[in-house]
């Protein structure tokens, strides 16, 4: 791994001081390895970029847009950026930060569906069919 520029390094702390109330809402869901063990890291240096939360070991970006993303400028700068990653495979998911109350559940399943295609981690023991009481064998 390159030595990051210390610009980037200031700037990716002081982001982290002045986090929204989206990413506060976003790094309580992924902090501390509590999405299914997976390790993220919030505000993130990447070569230009700053990454909102980046997960290594998936190669997945997740970045929290407000309503300064919805102008056609700022638009064309993120498809840069995105095509930026992609073409060093990392998979860019964007969520709107207005929708994090309301689609909370969707908002996490596709969270976790790219993990899982991108860097698979068998479920925890507690949640096969034989504890949650849900088999298709029938009870004696």
Known sequence: MHKQDPKQTR???NLRKRETWGER???SWLRDRRFSSYKFRRQFPFGPHILDFFCNEASL???LDGFQHGHPVRLQADEARDAW???REVKVLRFWSSHLRREREAIRDTIWRTLQERAPHPL???CGPEETGFTDKPRP
């Open 11 to 13: 700037l990716a702390r």
């Open 25 to 27: 809402i976003m790094w």
């Open 61 to 63: 970006d997740i970045e």
């Open 85 to 87: 990653l992609a073409a």
């Open 124 to 126: 925890p023991d507690y």
